[in-house]
């Protein structure tokens, strides 16, 4: 199974993977691909843009790469791709992190790399769903888990949660989406 694990940036998607990466539990069942380090490390970009101090991610070389990386995968073994464009790419499922915009400011305002307008725009972002939404617009099995108050091990059973009960045919009602409503937050 190939699963998204999408969300604005700071809502712990890379805290997630590093934990499932780091435990022998997970370490034999899952293959990570962190979708921002192959743009980087292979260049899978067509520029940089330097307002957003951000790569602007060649969609079609990295759908490439990723089937490549995908097809050396073990058999029986399950895929996810992290990262905010994850839900670009052709996947089984989706699943979004979310956190309030509030919560989502303080943790972004920690970045170094990320200015007072970068945490902002983000901020508005999750205020929005943007990507929810860019999610539900492109697949029907979309899952969303609130990470604000969560420790990282209840976000990484959520998600494991998730997988397993789509593996077993069955639909994890309790993360479908919608749940989550900030819009009120948004700042102009």
């Known amino acids: ?17 590093g934990f499932i990466a780091e435990h022998s539990q997970y370490r034999k069942q899952y293959r990570i691909i962190d979708l921002n380090k192959l743009v980087i490390d292979e260049k899978l970009y067509t520029e940089k843009d330097e307002e957003r101090n951000s790569y602007n991610a060649d969609m079609e070389k990295l759908e490439g790469r990723v089937k490549q990386i995908n097809s050396q995968v073990p058999d029986g073994m399950d895929i996810i791709m992290e990262g905010h464009l994850s839900h670009y790419l052709p996947a089984d499922a989706i699943i979004v992190l979310r956190a309030h915009p509030v919560a989502l400011r303080k943790r972004l305002g920690k970045r170094k790399e990320y200015s007072f307008e970068k945490v902002k725009e983000n901020a508005n972002a999750e205020a929005l769903d943007v990507i929810l939404v860019e999610s539900v617009e492109r697949s029907k099995n979309v899952f969303e888990i609130n990470t604000t108050d969560a420790t ?19 639909i994890p009602e309790d993360f479908l989406p919608g749940k989550n409503n900030w819009i009120e937050l948004v700042e102009l």
């Open 1 to 17: 199974m190939i699963i998204a694990l999408t969300g604005t940036p700071g809502t712990g998607k890379t805290t997630v993977c």
């Open 152 to 170: 990282p091990l209840a976000v990484v059973k959520s998600v494991v949660s998730i997988i397993e009960s789509l593996k077993n045919g069955k």
